[in-house]
């Protein structure tokens, strides 16, 4: 669709302009950017010419020049659709999802028909916990495109964020019936399958899915987190080899595929054919995102002097009495999950998995680009801030379970939080997982994450970096806030469960109930990836499992060992 209108620009820009949308709609960006650049060497004054070369600037990757075009294009015309979807756009990708879901409120205000921009205010809602709005928007963006398949995946997302497994379910379901090779709703069908315990049928949905398609390693990588194998030549093994050493193989599927073999080869007793997988998984990903322990030596750092027992316990509401969450924490891959697998056992408990609100909460308001995203002094933030994390926090877990007497928040980093959970919840319990140090950084390294939460994962000198600043910050809490938090060893817990068990409902002052005892019988819903690990009796094959790679993770088992916080 041109945007030529002859009031408005000379006929040397028309024709010009006729040339760069042809060359943009053929999809040849380098001549449709030169000609758009020739337009706004002329000054021109239609905010489309700008829009149109900032998406070109944006599709590769010139971040910074499509926001400033997006920006003089408003400054030509304050409510225009395109510039402000751009920046809304660029938001999403630096996740900063408020400032986003104000461009794409302010786009629907200018036009409330772009289905993309419902789309991705719902997107960007979702991000932020807000699950009613987020489906509200979603549901608007498939009001104006009821065939608009990525608000229909979108839609099938918000459901399993709420726990409606059966309606995402029935929805991936219908688009199967609409189309049989529509290999992402197999693939989603086979999550749900997963996180419900019901292995072999997620089983069937991540064969179908890359049978259909070979080149889905993210059905590859999830299919064989939860299958065992006991062969070499299981053709599935042999499959993903074959995708593995095609040339010119995306990144994302090299890494997927490498973190699914080292799994099969570990499967397999092949300790140095999985760590080479390993190395290559890692080293990728680790390239990636081109992190140092700088960043967050820095923050940990800060938090251990900003939270101490006196500014905490000054600015405590009292006011709070609820007992309803049990917050579990520690490292990653610590126990977390069969902890909470334990707890939600139990008639008066409900496993939330792991909950981003109160993290959100505790982040959102008090870091700041002024304080260099670093916590200020305490007394320094408004008394009615500190009072919205409980309250908040409250409402959002009542959403989740309003009969439960508990509910479980199983997010790991919550351990950087504690100083604001004593805060918001005096009288909250806190659960620590502690596992032993090399093992919990093997299983670490062995994870290919979903999320970049965890950059410090890929490279092993960071990895043993990071767990001492994390005993550096437990040593913090524990010396500060002596008996307010219970630690549980999963090496103890592996080795005598009913006690260990026991325990734990003591320490959350709960009555025994047998049902502990067969936590993994149970039907709770589990999203994580110790979905597979934690449908089993209590093993042992994981304790002292990082003396079969002993050879090769020496970087970081010399940081383990290190004096040096």
Known sequence: MTFINKHTISNEQRDCLLRAEKANSAGNLNIAESEYRKLIATQIKLPQV??????????????????????FALKLSPDFPDALLGLGDICKFERDFKKAISYYQQAISSNPKIAPAHLNLSFSFLQLG??????????????????????????????IAKGNLDKAQALYENQLIENKQNVKALYTLGNIFKSQGKLEQAKENYQNAFSIYPEYSQAHFTYASINKYVDVNDPHIQSMLAQYTKPNLPTENK???????????????DFKGAFNYLKTGNNLRHERNNYTIESDEKFIKNIIKT????????????AQTSTKPIFIIGMPRSGTTLVEKILASHSEVYGAGELEHFFKLSTD?????????LFAPLNTYAKDKLENIGKSYLKQIELLSSDAGYVTDKLPFNM?????????????????CVRNAQDNCLSIFKKNFTTDNYRF???????????KLYQSLMEHWHSNFPNAIYDIEYETLIKSPEQEIKNLITACELNWEESCMDFHQTDAVIKTASAYQVRQPIYDTSVGLWKNYEENISELLVELDSKEN
């Open 50 to 71: 700008y829009t149109q070369l900032a998406l070109i600037c944006a599709k590769t990757n010139r971040i910074n020049e499509a926001k400033g075009l997006w920006m």
């Open 130 to 159: 807000m699950l009613d709005e987020s489906e509200q928007s979603c549901l608007k963006a498939l009001k104006l495109l009821p065939n608009y398949i990525q608000a229909q995946d979108h839609l099938g997302q918000i459901y």
């Open 255 to 269: 890494i997927q595929l490498s973190f699914a073999l080292a799994k099969a080869y570990e499967d397999l007793k």
């Open 307 to 318: 939270f101490t027992k006196e500014s905490v316990e000054s600015l405590q509401i009292k």
């Open 365 to 373: 308001d008090f870091l700041t680009e002024e304080t260099d995203y």
């Open 416 to 432: 950087l939080m504690v100083g604001f959970i004593k805060i918001a919840f005096p009288n909250a319990k806190i659960i620590h």
């Open 457 to 467: 994962a890929y490279n092993l000198k960071t990895l043993g970096q990071f767990h």
